[in-house]
């Protein structure tokens, strides 16, 4: 089975609301895939219809083959899933947790190993009303990995979460991937997409508008690198009749797209040309966050259609 | 069902339970408080003066009245005229709850006067040490006095003429204590599972556990069944401590028999289902909790709890009829005071149907997944 998860066409209509309104996606075995997206454009939907806790209106849903909805029992032995806003049994201290998933799933992780992967063995003995929001995530994380599942959905799994704690957890997604397993991940942070995934998908409004390697996604939506200095605006009217490249002025800095990096070369000669005096001289290139923010703002104004290539 | 994975929802049922203060207080140390509390309130009511309900067959002999009315001066017991004959007076004394009686023979005058020995029957209830005690007591005291004044020459060649016989009330005679243990026993029985599972099966949803549950292999019955059993074994310690604290303390008089083991499992297991089903079937914690108190606090009251169905206006008997909670406690009552069998096996053949359905119902309405 070269594909773990595969979705075809999937509508799901809340009432009036189509929270997901025909999307495509495909996830290679041993792979991480993150779907990103702003607040309420549909990602918990999808993930929860992957994992059978919510039934699809209509479209194809395939888990390692398996329909989630009509073959939950089976496909839950066979996945991890840490839900957004986990929650557990507040007395129950994290050790026992663990223990508790293992003889449901008769499996036979270690809970000491396990907590230690996650880096929360300091808090084994502490029942979970205890635990910092931080500290509950990762307990999520580790009785996920409970079942040693073939592929892991992880809702949003480092929100909130402090910038060391969300490495431990970047961590643990790498060593996934590299156990062979495969990994959903849904994520605001578009730095974690980049670090992280093999491929992503751009969510927004029950849409995919972009998708592919987070590099096709900046070359196919992003800007052209900019050169930037400091300098007066006269300079742009006139490195754009001697280049014939794109130049803008604003705020005391004069802005040029460059096509390749040659044209950084011919920029900084016609600069230093003309006479005119500058310095603070930078280049920018779009990260995806950049991509994702115009793709979304497009969107949402109405000039992007839906229908973007993937 | 997978005993495997019962016993480790059952681990986790137990340490929720005893990691709060709360819960554990409402199951045990509450009902030893019921307990406590109607056992010295009524109790000490029960220790003032007791009436002697007799029947005077000598008719009207200034003998028997001077007995009679010694004895009423005692102070220990109070005599009132039984209206019936003295053939019928134990059987009526056992049907009225009175535990003691005494008959005072035909011809007690005339024999009192020539020396001959007369019996009077002092009827007792063997169970309750106390009143007998008193009683026997009191009728001792009047009859030595008696005979020492008896016409008798040479007074110590004298057989007393006076005498008692004691006989047993006509069935065991019971007192509040006695119908408030199998009651309280039962209101233990509905309210620590009802409004433990109308809060845990609303609260779990929202929180969404129960969402995270459906991704493991736990089944909804393996879940339900993890809280029956718990709530079995809180069961069997609750009705042990009242019983005990029953019958050690307040000196309830009664049975106790392996009859009383199928209630005590059944009991629970109907309202852990019927607090799951109320909690499923409610859309938010808040109207669970109104739909628990709607089903819970009827049966509270009207079921036998604090006062005998027996006791009842015929209106209110036709409402313990239907409420499950009535079954519970008039089997217990049968089984620990009554000894009758066969009505306490139907109550428990009502309530294992019911369960059944409840259990079933519960397990078919309670979703771990919004469908
Ligand atoms: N059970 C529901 N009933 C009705 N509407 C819902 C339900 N769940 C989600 N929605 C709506 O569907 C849309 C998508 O919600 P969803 O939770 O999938 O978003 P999301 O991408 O996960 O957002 P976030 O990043 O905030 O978690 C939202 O507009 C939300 O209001
Ligand atoms: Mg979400």
Redesign the interface.
């Given at each position: 089975m070269a594909e773990a998860v595969e979705v075809s066409d999937l509508v799901k209509v809340y009432g009036e609301l189509r929270a997901v309104d025909g999307i495509d996606v495909r996830v290679a075995t041993g792979t991480v895939f993150a779907f990103l997206g702003p607040n309420g454009a549909g990602k918990t939907t999808t993930v929860e219809i992957l994992e059978g806790l919510r039934r699809a209106t209509s479209g194809t849903v395939r888990v390692l083959g398996l329909d989630p909805w009509r073959d939950g029992e089976r496909l839950h032995r066979r996945i991890g899933v840490i839900p957004q806003d986990f929650r557990f049994f507040e007395k129950i201290t994290a050790r026992e947790a663990i223990e508790y998933y293992r003889e449901l799933f008769g499996s036979r992780v270690d809970a000491g190993e396990l907590l230690a992967r996650v880096e929360l063995l300091d808090k084994a003995d502490a029942r979970f009303d205890t635990l910092s929001g931080g500290q509950k995530q990762k307990l999520g994380l580790a009785l996920a990995l409970t079942n040693e599942p073939e592929v892991c959905f992880l809702d949003e799994p480092t929100t909130g979460l402090d910038p060391h704690a969300r490495r431990a957890i970047w961590s643990v997604v790498r060593s996934l991937r590299a156990e062979g397993r495969t990994v959903f991940l849904t994520t605001h942070y578009l730095e974690e997409a980049e670090l992280l995934a093999d491929r992503v998908a751009v969510i927004n409004r029950g849409r995919i508008i972009a998708a592919g390697t987070p590099r096709e996604i900046i070359d196919a939506h992003g800007r052209p690198t900019r050169l930037k200095v400091r300098a007066d605006a006269s300079l742009a009217p006139l490195l754009k009749e001697r280049l014939g490249l794109d130049a803008r002025a604003a705020n005391g800095q004069v802005e040029v797209d460059l096509r390749d990096h040659k044209d950084a070369l011919r920029v900084l000669e016609a600069i230093e040309g003309s006479g005119l005096p500058w310095d603070a001289l930078a280049t920018e290139t779009d990260t995806l966050e950049d991509v994702f923010v115009r793709l979304v703002g497009r969107m949402d104004e109405g000039t992007l259609s839906s229908e973007a290539p993937s | 069902m997978n005993g495997?994975?019962i016993?480790?929802?059952f681990?986790?049922v137990y340490?929720?339970y005893t990691?709060?203060p709360i819960a554990l207080f409402f199951s045990l140390v509450f009902p030893v408080i019921l307990v406590g509390m109607f056992g010295v309130i009524f109790s000490a009511t029960s220790s003032t003066t007791l009436t002697v309900y007799a029947v005077n067959d000598d008719h009207g002999s200034a003998t028997s009245r001077a007995f009679l009315s010694a004895l009423n001066n005692t102070s220990v017991v109070k005599i009132s005229l039984a209206p019936v004959s003295s053939g019928d007076l134990a059987a009526w004394l056992g049907a009225h709850d009175h535990p003691v009686g005494l008959v005072i023979p035909r011809g007690f005058a005339a024999n009192y006067s020539n020396g001959t020995t007369t019996n009077l029957t002092v009827y007792i209830d063997p169970q309750d040490e106390a009143s007998s005690g008193a009683v026997l007591g009191a009728v001792q005291g009047v009859v030595d006095r008696f005979n020492l004044l008896a016409v008798c020459s040479p007074p110590a060649s004298c057989a007393p003429v006076v005498g008692i016989r004691t006989a047993n009330v006509g069935s065991p005679v019971f007192r509040y204590i006695d119908y408030l243990i199998p009651g309280l026993v039962g209101f233990s029985i509905l309210t620590s599972p009802m409004f433990s599972l109308v809060d845990i099966s609303s609260n779990y949803r929202k929180?969404?556990?129960f969402?995270?549950l459906?991704?493991?292999?736990?089944s909804r019955a393996e879940w339900l069944t993890a809280r029956v059993v718990w709530y079995v074994l809180l069961t069997f310690v609750s009705a042990g401590i009242m019983i005990g604290l029953g019958i050690y303390a307040f000196g309830a008089h009664v049975t106790l028999s392996a009859g009383l083991l199928p209630f005590l499992v059944v009991g629970p297991f109907f309202f852990v289902s019927l607090g799951m089903l109320c909690g499923s079937v409610a859309p938010t914690p808040e109207s669970a909790a109104v739909i628990g108190n709607i089903v819970t606090f009827p049966m509270m009251f009207l079921s036998g709890t604090f006062f005998p169905v027996a006791s009842f206006p015929p209106a209110l008997r036709a409402v313990a009829d239907v409420l499950p909670l009535y079954y519970v406690i008039d089997g217990m009552n049968q089984v620990m005071l009554f000894a009758n069998m066969a009505r306490a096996a139907t109550d428990l053949l009502i309530l294992v149907i019911a369960s059944v359905i409840v259990f079933l119902l519960a397990v078919r309405t309670f979703r771990w997944?919004?469908?």
């Open positions: - | 495997r994975r016993l480790a929802d681990r986790v340490r929720s990691r709060n929180e969404g556990i969402r995270e459906s991704l493991t292999p736990l997944r919004d469908e």
